[in-house]
């Protein structure tokens, strides 16, 4: 199939690299029109110029709201409507509740989970005018809890409930928007070289990370791409506030 999302308007936060930079390729070759949204000026521009007209770039702090306001304003004036909102943007910080301090803690919550929050409060006033789906990037760790994930663990877990508070709310609401969360198990991005960094042990972790996934090897970015494909499409209309897990049986 192609031209999934032919005409549709997307925005992708984290879209200039890793997952976010996958699901916005994938939405340009369906047919889609898309604001990639990222603190990475650099590469989001770099995207945007290899994407061609299909897409632009627009500077996003996912944790400021001011920012969040005026990436929808862009999107308004430049394409009159939003079909499609992916909450991509997010960290992962390696500690326990022991050595993880808490400023940590409150960085990775106020990315992971406020950024989240914000860009479902403040896409409304425009989806609601024709509808569209909202996706948010949870994780499998928000299923399967690890000793050294604390705060990822907290951040994507409240990322999984707070979805389905959305829903029902844009549901009740009459919107005419679904709020669903993607579940990955790990995925071979340069975030995971990061997480990687912070370890001690790093080939121990991968090689733990692998043997934790049934299907015996990691994600690629382009499998839950086409996660966020189908949900940004009309394929999922009756499906809102649901978990879509994709991750090789980590969970299990």
């Known amino acids: 199939m192609t031209g999934r999302i032919e005409g549709k308007v997307a925005l992708v936060t984290g879209g200039a690299s890793g997952l976010g930079e996958a699901i916005v390729r994938r939405f340009v070759a369906e047919g889609g029109n898309v604001l990639i949204a990222d603190i990475d000026i650099a590469a989001g ?20 709201e001011d920012q969040w306001i005026a990436a929808f304003a862009r999107v308004d004036q430049a394409l009159g409507r939003i079909d499609t909102l992916v909450n991509c943007a997010g960290i992962t910080t390696i500690g326990s ?19 989240v929050f914000l860009g479902c409060k403040h896409v409304i006033p425009m989806m609601k005018r024709t509808g569209g789906s909202v ?9 399967r809890a690890r000793d050294y994930l604390a705060a990822y663990n907290a951040a994507k877990a409240g990322v999984t409930h707070m979805t389905k508070s959305i829903a029902l709310h844009y549901a009740h609401k009459g919107y005419g928007i679904r ?64 978990e879509f897990v994709l991750d090789g049986g980590s969970s299990l």
């Open 135 to 143: 996706v948010n990037i949870a994780s499998m760790a928000s299923i």
């Open 179 to 242: 709020c669903n969360s993607v579940h990955p198990g790990v995925i071979l991005t340069p975030m995971l070289e990061k997480v990687m960094r912070q370890s001690d042990t790093p080939d121990a972790l991968y090689a733990e990370w692998v043997a934790g996934h049934p299907i015996g090897r990691l994600g690629r970015p382009d499998e839950v791409a086409a996660l966020c494909l189908y949900l940004a499409s009309d394929e999922s209309a009756f499906a809102t506030g649901a």
């Open 97 to 115: 509740v022991e050595d993880l301090t808490f400023e940590a803690l409150r960085h990775e919550l106020d990315i992971d989970l406020g950024g």
């Open 45 to 64: 521009e770099a995207l945007a110029a290899d994407l061609g007209a299909a897409a632009a770039f627009a500077p996003l702090d996912v944790t400021q």
